[in-house]
C-alpha cells in the first residue's frame, strides 16, 4: 500500500513541531537575550517611516577589536541622559577585563586587557580631557591628539563616535530647570579652527556667576543661549560656518549648513540611541559593538522636564527657539526605529538559519517528497 499521501501529510505536522522545540531551544523561558519575541514596552503604537535610507544607513556592526587600537568615543550633549548612559559604559558592560572603578572616584580604568590604555573616552574613562561637554568639532581635532601622547608607539586607531539625543523640548526645558539650579558650564572652551570665541562672539545671558532662579520666559529671551539648538550646533563641524562669527554668512545659510552638517556627522557615527527608547537603545548598541551590558536599561518617564506644564504657545515658541533640533530628530528618531527594525529582522533571519542547522530534516526519506 502506498503511504506517500500520510508522509505529506506528516510533513506540516513536523515542521510546526520542530518550530516549537526549536524556539524553545533559542528562547528558553525567562530569557533576555531573544529581542525579537515580544514587542518592547517602550515601541511607540505604530511606526512609519519618513526617511528613505540604504542598507549601509540601517545596518550597524562595527568589528570593534578591545585588545587592539579601536577607540569608543562618547559625545556627550548636556541634557540627553548622556550621565546615565556614560555610567552604564564604564560600570555595565560585560568585559574580560571590567572598567576599574573605585568608591567615590568619579573616573574609572578602562583598559583594555593586558594593556595600560583605554578603549574608551568618555567623561566617565579620560575626563573631560577635550573640554567640558565638547562638540564634534572640539573632539574630532581634539581626541586623536590626546590618544596619541597615551601611547608609547605611534599607530593608527580607529575612533567609534557615539552619541545620545532627546526629544527638543524635553531637553530644553529640562536645561532651563538645571541652569535654574545653579548650573553654567562656564568652563567649556568652544574651541573651533584652534581658537576659543571671544566675548562678543559668544556673549553671555546673565551677568554674575551663574543665572539661578531664571525663569523660563527670560531664558526663552536670551537670544545668545546655548541651550537653543543645542543639539544640532554640537554634531555639526562648526569650522563651516565660521566657528562662533555669526557675521560670517547670513542666518539662514547658516542653520541650513549647520543642520546638514550635524545630520551628516550623525548619520555616519557608529551609534547612537535616544533617551525615549532605552531599551532599544541598549539594543542596538549590543548589536552595534557586540557587547553586552550585564543588567538592563531602565525607562525613566518622571523627569524635570516631564512635570513642567506648558502652555501649547509656550511649547510652539520653544520648538521655534529649537527649529534645527527638532528638524534633526525627526530625522533621527526616523533612523533609530528603521534601524532597530532592520537588526530585528536580520536576528530573525540568523535565528531562523540557526534553528535549520540545529534541526536538520535528515529523517525524512527522499520518497515523502
Given amino acids: 500500500m502506498n503511504d506517500k499521501p500520510n508522509k505529506l501529510v506528516l510533513i506540516p505536522i513536523l515542521v510546526i513541531l520542530f518550530v516549537m522545540i526549536g524556539y524553545q531551544y533559542i528562547c528558553p523561558a525567562g530569557s533576555q537575550s531573544c529581542h525579537f519575541r515580544t ?41 540627553t541622559g548622556g550621565t546615565t548612559f556614560g555610567r552604564h559604559l564604564v560600570r555595565n558592560i560585560r568585559l574580560e577585563q571590567p572598567c576599574d572603578c573605585k568608591l567615590g572616584q568619579k573616573k574609572c ?65 529640562s ?18 579652527d584652534g581658537r576659543a570665541p571671544t566675548p562678543d562672539e559668544l556673549p553671555a545671558c546673565y551677568p554674575g556667576d551663574d543665572w539661578s532662579g531664571v525663569m523660563l520666559r527670560d531664558f526663552m529671551a536670551c537670544p545668545h543661549n546655548l541651550a537653543n539648538n543645542r543639539q544640532t550646533r554640537m554634531l555639526a563641524d562648526l569650522s563651516l560656518v565660521g566657528c562662533y562669527n555669526l557675521s560670517s554668512m547670513n542666518e539662514s545659510a547658516r542653520d541650513a549648513a549647520l543642520l546638514a552638517s550635524a545630520t551628516r556627522n550623525l548619520r ?16 542596538l548598541f549590543e548589536r552595534t559593538f557586540r557587547l553586552r551590558f550585564i543588567s538592563a536599561f531602565t ?23 529649537n527649529a534645527l533640533d527638532v528638524q534633526l530628530y525627526d530625522f533621527a528618531r526616523d533612523l533609530f526605529l528603521q534601524r532597530v527594525q532592520f537588526a530585528h529582522r536580520q536576528e530573525r533571519i540568523q535565528n531562523g538559519v540557526h534553528f535549520f542547522f ?3 530534516f535528515r529523517f525524512l526519506s527522499e520518497d515523502a517528497v
Avoid at 536645561?175 to 573651533?192: D, I, N, P, Y
Avoid at 522636564?305 to 509656550?314: K, M, Q, Y
Avoid at 511649547?315 to 527657539?321: D, M, N, P
Fill in 39 to 79: 514587542l518592547e514596552e517602550d515601541s511607540p503604537p505604530k511606526f512609519i517611516s519618513k526617511f528613505n535610507f540604504t542598507e549601509r544607513d540601517l545596518m550597524r556592526h562595527v568589528d570593534f577589536n578591545i585588545k587592539g587600537d579601536d577607540v569608543i568615543v562618547f559625545l556627550h550633549i548636556q541634557k
Fill in 109 to 173: 580604568n578602562c583598559h583594555r586587557p593586558g594593556k595600560d590604555e583605554s578603549w574608551l573616552f568618555s567623561r566617565f574613562s579620560t575626563g573631560w580631557s577635550c573640554g567640558l561637554h565638547a562638540d564634534w568639532t572640539e573632539l574630532t581635532s581634539c581626541v586623536p591628539v590626546i590618544m596619541g601622547k597615551k601611547q608609547a608607539q605611534k599607530r593608527k586607531r580607529n575612533f567609534y563616535y557615539i552619541t545620545m539625543l532627546r526629544d527638543p523640548v524635553s531637553r530644553y526645558l
Fill in 175 to 192: 536645561e532651563w530647570k538645571h541652569v535654574q539650579r545653579g548650573a553654567t558650564w562656564k568652563t567649556s572652551l568652544h574651541m573651533c
Fill in 268 to 283: 555616519g557615527m557608529a551609534f547612537y540611541g535616544l533617551t525615549e527608547f532605552q531599551r532599544k537603545t541598549q539594543y
Fill in 299 to 321: 525607562q525613566l518617564n518622571s523627569t524635570r522636564a516631564a512635570s513642567v506644564e506648558l502652555r501649547e504657545d509656550v511649547r510652539r515658541h520653544i520648538e521655534g527657539l
Fill in 358 to 360: 540545529i534541526f536538520p
